[in-house]
């Protein structure tokens, strides 16, 4: 007997688990990616558990031996159970055969042995198991050589890839994202699986397929997975727009960059500077819309105009089709894309007050994830231009910094608001509300007034009057 295995399995509900189960006369295990986190020295917070027999059962017992207050939420028609114990999920399933029918989502499930339900797992390196009880107790059972592919750090299916991705399609999405996470290779005969079958991922839900790109996004080189599903043809069933950018036209001798290689780098600079998964998104799609805006002029060259509004539009349909957030976050993106170009037209004139209060004013808190996506998108292969850049951008959030102190912008709402207006001259919502609101916001942002109440009062007062109001009630220390 070798328990070596367990006492990497420091969990507590693992020996509970071997007790109960044997108690009833199952056999368990612990399986799957726990397992090949062991050896990766990675933590997993889920928990996965077989057991030769009702995984419902048997998570019910050792709920009940752990405590009566545990609320075990049981799936029958998956035949699985799962609890939160000891700030982890467990989960328990019958050793099982599952097989997706080719043109539906729902799995087939059946009843199985241990070594079928390892055999239909997705990869090698998931496909390990450890005896919590009987004769075997501790013993890792590594049927497929999943430790010889962790160490060699390859990506491979336990039997014919055909069959492991006809069983759940979004393996192949999986399998980049493993590569990618952990900078994996995907064995040759998998990935030429994953071309074959690429269009197969029409029937797996979009929810699941953008669980695993965001996994890949928020990998330590998310470039790695993009260009794995750009070459696997993964990448046009869901984020075609993408492929868009690739490549390079020349007219007239003239080329301009290639935008999906452009897009790579600026993503991978961004995250090695953070693990904000909006972030990440904005900057995927922040050059989205150059495709549709790519226009040649003999005078000047390769032009753009307008990719960063249309850009941001295409993330709100983007957003849509893949049914990522329609809230807050979708909004941080469109903002960032939308913005994107500010800092840098902001440092080819001189850097006034007067813009730099702008983009306070316009970018609010996203003004960090705005400068560090600009930063990240030069990505010129001329050191010099980089360098001056970077100066320039460090010269822009001092005088960010100097003026926030100053004026305190960010979030800024103007010391007059449109109540005040009515109030005061005792008119409803009208044109000369907007006008003079806009004239207060604009002579700060232009530094002509002072961010303060009595200069934004006394502006109201003569804007007023030029329109032909009348003051009805005098704001308060007027
Ligand atoms: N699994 C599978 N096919 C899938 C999903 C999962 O065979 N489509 C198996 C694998 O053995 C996997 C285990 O179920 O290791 C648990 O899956 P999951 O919790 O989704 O992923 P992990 O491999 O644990 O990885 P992570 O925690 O990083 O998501």
Known sequence: MDDSMLSCLTHPVYAITGEVASQMGIRAFAVGGVIRDVFLHRTSKDIDIVVLGSGIEVAEAVAKSISDKIEVHCYKNFGTAQFMYHDAKIEFVGARKESYRPHSRKPVVENGTMVED?????????????????????????????????????IRTPLDPDFTFSDDPLRMMRAVRFASQLGFRIYDKTFKAIRRNAERLEIVS????????????????PSIGIRLLEESGLLRYFLPQLL??????????????DNFLHT?????KVALASRDLWLLW???????AKSRTKKYDPEHGWTFHGHEILGSKMAFSIFRKLHLPANEKLKHVQKLIALHLRPIALVE?????SAVRRLLFEAGDDIDDLMLLCEADITSKNPEKVRRFLDN????REKLKEIEEKDRLRNWQPPVDGELIMHTFQILPSQPVGIIKT???????????????????????EEGEKLGLTVVNPPYGI
Request: hydrophobic share 45%; net charge negative; charged share 30%.
């Open 118 to 154: 390892l055999k239909r797992r997705d990869f090698t390196i998931n496909a390990f198991a450890v005896a919590l009880n009987g004769n075997e107790k501790g013993m890792l059972i590594d049927l497929f050589n999943g430790l010889q592919d962790l160490h060699d750090k390859i």
């Open 206 to 221: 979009m929810e699941r397929v953008m669980d695993e790109f965001n996994k890949i996004l928020l990998s330590p080189k």
């Open 244 to 257: 868009d950018l690739k490549g390079v036209e020349y007219i007239e001798g003239k080329g301009h960059k």
């Open 264 to 268: 790579l780098e600026v993503v991978d």
């Open 282 to 288: 904005a900057a995927l799609l922040h050059d989205i």
């Open 349 to 353: 004139d001189t850097i006034t007050d």
């Open 393 to 396: 951008f460090a010269k822009v």
């Open 439 to 461: 004239t207060i916001r604009e002579a700060i942002l232009d530094g002509l007034i002072p961010n303060e109440k009595d200069a934004a009062v006394k502006l109201m007062i």
